[in-house]
């Protein structure tokens, strides 16, 4: 079942955009990055299989987005507005926070304050392009939860392999910051995303339900 509302945030309206599973054994909210929508691949993939497999999925587009606007706003008011809409759920399960890029990074900063059982982080961005001097290794450890990275292989913000140890990650072959892959690819794109939703699913009913 899907139902979606608006909310107020002290920065605009958001929208809610709700996949509910029948028997609910966790729920997964999340958010989207600075560059696009709820729309993206990754975060489709998620809402329209996990509810099948008992997780509720809440898609949260920011009141930037809603409003139309091409720039996402500082760090903070998106943190602002994602918390005053995440007060808004109603759940009675296990909370995990996450979302893709900039919206994985505002659910790392917000999880533990929000009382979340964990976080998804879907290509976090670890540091800027080029740039691995600029790490963001603090804000991914912030929320002090238990945490699953999953990351493109060739994400330019950061590939596997250039996250602490003793990170729990899963890896998309070939992929790229948008979980895109190339047609010479290991996987095609649609084995891409169910290898990501297969991944977050196997974690949440391990570590979260």
């Given at each position: 079942?899907?139902?979606?509302?608006?909310?107020?945030?002290?920065?605009?309206?958001?929208?809610?955009?709700?996949?509910?599973?029948?028997?609910?054994?966790?729920?997964?909210?999340?958010?989207?990055?600075?560059?696009?929508?709820?729309?993206?691949?990754?975060?489709?993939?998620?809402?329209?299989?996990?509810?099948?497999?008992?997780?509720?999925?809440?898609?949260?587009?920011q009141p930037w987005r809603r409003a139309g606007k091409?720039?996402?706003?500082?760090?903070?008011?998106?943190?602002?507005?994602?918390?005053?809409?995440?007060?808004?759920?109603?759940?009675?399960?296990?909370?995990?926070?996450?979302g893709r890029s900039a919206g994985a990074r505002v659910?790392?900063?917000?999880?533990?304050?929000?009382?979340?059982?964990?976080?998804?982080?879907?290509?976090?961005?670890?540091?800027?392009?080029?740039?691995?001097?600029?790490?963001?290794?603090?804000?991914?450890?912030?929320?002090?939860?238990?945490?699953?990275?999953?990351?493109?292989?060739?994400?330019?913000?950061?590939?596997?392999?250039?996250?602490?140890?003793?990170?729990?990650?899963?890896?998309?072959?070939?992929?790229?910051?948008?979980?895109?892959?190339?047609?010479?690819?290991?996987?095609?794109?649609?084995?891409?995303?169910?290898?990501?939703?297969?991944?977050?699913?196997?974690?949440?009913?391990?570590?979260?339900a």
């Open positions: 079942m899907t139902d979606e509302r608006i909310v107020a945030t002290p920065q605009g309206e958001a929208r809610i955009v709700a996949h509910r599973a029948r028997r609910p054994i966790a729920t997964l909210a999340l958010g989207h990055g600075a560059g696009g929508g709820i729309e993206a691949g990754d975060l489709a993939a998620l809402a329209a299989r996990l509810p099948r497999q008992d997780i509720n999925v809440f898609l949260i587009e091409k720039l996402a706003p500082a760090p903070k008011l998106l943190d602002e507005a994602w918390i005053a809409t995440i007060g808004q759920l109603r759940i009675r399960t296990p909370l995990v926070l996450g659910a790392c900063r917000t999880a533990t304050s929000l009382g979340g059982s964990g976080v998804l982080a879907l290509s976090f961005p670890l540091h800027p392009p080029g740039k691995p001097d600029k790490t963001r290794v603090d804000e991914l450890r912030g929320a002090r939860l238990p945490t699953l990275v999953i990351q493109g292989e060739r994400d330019p913000f950061g590939a596997p392999d250039e996250f602490p140890p003793l990170t729990e990650m899963a890896v998309v072959p070939d992929a790229d910051h948008s979980f895109k892959v190339p047609k010479r690819a290991e996987l095609t794109q649609q084995e891409s995303y169910d290898l990501l939703v297969e991944a977050t699913l196997e974690w949440i009913t391990r570590t979260i």
